[in-house]
């Protein structure tokens, strides 16, 4: 039997992500999520990986990935594109668009 009501699990994802997606433009941390749904770090940690299936980490790295692919269909430079997707630093930005992506910043807008 599958129940209709949304789950404790469920509820506490729910809120988790939609802290995430609300605050990727800056510096968030796992304790801060963590804290915004009242469990100890360590706690939410594993929660989060066990009910959504990727740990906190990977979620917001997909999240701020896919918010700077939106923005590089505009002109923005990538340097203002890093700092709105939360990266303090445009080179880390690259790095880490590039490791998730394989295209770096730059390659993946020529080829929209």
Known sequence: VI???ASPETSVIKR???YINENFSRD???ED???SV???TAYFSRYFKQYSGENFSAY????RVNHAKELLKTQKSVKCIAAECGYSSAGYFVQSFKKYTGLT???Y???L
Do not use: Q, Y
């Not at 917001?60 to 999240?63: A, E, I, K, N």
């Open 3 to 5: 129940s209709t009501v």
């Open 16 to 18: 988790a992500k939609k």
């Open 28 to 30: 968030i941390s796992l």
């Open 33 to 35: 999520v963590a804290e």
């Open 38 to 40: 009242f469990l100890s």
């Open 60 to 63: 917001l790295l997909r999240v």
């Open 105 to 107: 910043p730059k390659e």
């Open 109 to 111: 807008r020529t080829r």
